[in-house]
Nanobody, 128 residues
Framework: QVHVVESGGGLVQAGDSLRLSCEGS????????MGWFRQAPGKEREFVAG????????YYADPVKGRFNITRDNAKNAAYLQMDSLKPEDTAVYFC?????????????????????WGQGTQVTVSS
C-alpha cells in the first residue's frame, strides 16, 4: 500500500485558482494510475479527475472539464490538480487515490472502489 498525502487546499474566491498536490511514498506510487475525488458536505464522494500511470491518458468529470487539469511527475512520486475558474460548488474535501497496478479505461478511474490507497483529504472552500 502507498502512503498518500494531499496538500494545497485553502479558502479562495470564485474565479480564483488553486493547485492541489498529491505525494506518495515508495516506487509503488508509479505502478498505476491515480485519481482525485471530492466530497462536499452532505453529499457522496464523487470523481473529479484521473490520470494513467504514464500520464498520457486523463479523465475528467463533466463539471470540471475545461477548468481543471490533472498531471503527474513520476520522478517526484507526485500528482497535481490545477483548478482554475473555481466556483462555490467546487467547495469540498479533495482526496487523492492511487491504483496499485495499471488499469486501462475510464471505468477504472471514476470508480472509487478500484483504488487501493487514499489520502486524508485537503479542504477547498470557494466563496462567492
Amino acid at each position: 500500500q502507498v502512503h498518500v498525502v494531499e496538500s494545497g487546499g485553502g479558502l479562495v474566491q470564485a474565479g480564483d485558482s488553486l493547485r492541489l498536490s498529491c505525494e506518495g511514498s515508495g516506487r509503488a506510487f508509479n505502478n498505476g494510475g491515480m485519481g482525485w475525488f471530492r466530497q462536499a458536505p452532505g453529499k457522496e464522494r464523487e470523481f473529479v479527475a484521473g490520470i494513467s500511470w504514464s500520464g498520457y491518458t486523463t479523465y475528467y468529470a463533466d463539471p470540471v472539464k475545461g477548468r481543471f487539469n490533472i498531471t503527474r511527475d513520476n520522478a517526484k512520486n507526485a500528482a497535481y490538480l490545477q483548478m482554475d475558474s473555481l466556483k462555490p460548488e467546487d467547495t469540498a474535501v479533495y482526496f487523492c487515490a492511487v491504483h496499485s497496478r495499471a488499469w486501462y479505461g475510464r471505468q477504472f478511474y471514476d470508480d472509487e472502489s478500484k483504488y487501493d490507497s487514499w489520502g486524508q483529504g485537503t479542504q477547498v472552500t470557494v466563496s462567492s
